[in-house]
């Protein structure tokens, strides 16, 4: 054993002596509990809004092997739906999430106290419960289809100092579904319609606008890009509403598809920004005059519980 090392030895065990002694003065515990020191201080800043972000790993290939539908698979993003559903109704303190494709955005307000706002606290729970949710609604969504292997979520938590720093980061996320999207929808008609390669199809899109792709589903597929479904075009918002069930309101989790890059978004759920209490839904202006599904089994449930009263 070489000098220096003997050294820093010795000082180990007079740090781990001390803390036993120290412990000895209050309560008992072992001479082992100085190890509990080392953990990281990792409270987030007061007065931020604190936004957790989970995406699938590897679900490119995870969507092949279950042979999700293309570009876009309804069955899977309403399961996706559904595990941000048990996300909020499990944080109460979540104004808001977002979710495409593979990922989910958590918005939790800027007052929260939750976990006494510890980062890594914060971060696991939500995205084991969101895997955990992902994986037992799997069969309510996807029906006889069988889950291959067990899918996992990476996440992680930024913080955003401003109102417009956050809207800045959702419209971001939305700005992104549109891109993808667009693309997506020429590309697969493109290899499924018209019979051309994966090469092809690329090659064919590469270099053109937003207004060349619209066109092009147009004349070529007779597709109006602006009436495919708005929850391909815009992505999944998620606000917790007061919603009229029978005879009762009760608070549910509503899924909302709407541009939330514009002011008039913010102006319709004032909440959000302003002091949160959770606002009214209004059943009857509802798109298209449907309920969604993520919804209606929500309202199904509370009907059941009403009755068996
Ligand atoms: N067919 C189909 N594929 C989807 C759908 N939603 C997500 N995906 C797939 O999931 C991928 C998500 O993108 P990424 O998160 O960038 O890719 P990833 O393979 O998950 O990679 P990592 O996140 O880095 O692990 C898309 O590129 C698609 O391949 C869907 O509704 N239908
Ligand atoms: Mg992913």
Same mark, same amino acid.
Not at 69 to 73: C, I
Not at 221 to 228: D, M, R
């Given at each position: 054993m070489n000098q220096s090392f003997k050294i820093l030895n010795f000082l180990n065990k007079q740090l781990q002596n001390k803390r036993f002694i120290n412990c000895l003065g209050s309560m008992a515990c072992s /001479? %082992?509990?100085?190890? !509990? &020191? %080392?953990?990281? @201080?990792d409270g987030i800043l007061p007065n931020v809004w604190i936004v957790v972000r989970v995406d699938g790993k590897g679900f490119h290939k995870f969507s092949k092997v279950h042979d999700f @539908? !293309?570009? #876009? +698979?309804e069955k899977a993003l309403n399961l996706m739906n559904n595990a941000a559903q048990t996300v909020m109704e499990e944080f109460r303190d979540i104004v808001l999430s977002y979710g495409q494709s593979d990922e989910y955005s958590f918005i939790f307000r800027k007052e929260t106290n939750v976990f006494n706002r510890r980062s890594a606290k914060l971060l696991s729970y939500v995205t084991s419960l969101f895997t955990s949710s992902y994986v037992m609604n799997w069969p309510n969504w996807?029906? +006889? !289809? !069988?889950?291959?292997y067990p899918p996992c979520f990476d996440g992680r938590v930024v913080l955003y100092p401003s109102d417009q720093n956050l809207r800045d980061y959702l419209s971001w996320r939305q700005a992104d579904v549109h891109i993808n999207n667009l693309y997506n929808t020429a590309f697969w008609n493109l290899v499924?319609?018209?019979?051309?390669t994966n090469q092809e199809a690329e090659a064919e899109l590469r270099g053109t606008f937003s207004a060349d792709k619209n066109e092009l589903l147009f004349a070529r597929?007779?597709? #109006? %890009? #602006? &009436?495919?479904p708005a929850m391909f075009r815009k992505g999944t918002i998620l606000l917790r509403k007061r919603v009229q069930v029978t005879d009762s309101k009760r608070q549910l989790i509503v899924p909302i598809y709407d541009d939330?890059? /514009? +002011?008039k978004f913010w102006k319709t759920h004032p909440e959000l920004l302003g002091k949160y209490t959770p606002g009214e839904y209004d059943n009857e202006s509802a798109q298209n005059d449907m309920l969604p599904e993520l919804l209606t089994r929500q309202m199904g449930k509370v009907q059941i519980e009403l009755e068996s009263r």
């Open positions: /001479r %082992y509990e100085y190890v !509990k &020191s %080392y953990e990281k @201080e @539908e !293309k570009p #876009n +698979d996807m029906g +006889d !289809k !069988k889950l291959q499924l319609q018209a019979g051309l597929f007779g597709i #109006n %890009y #602006n &009436s495919l939330l890059i /514009r +002011d």
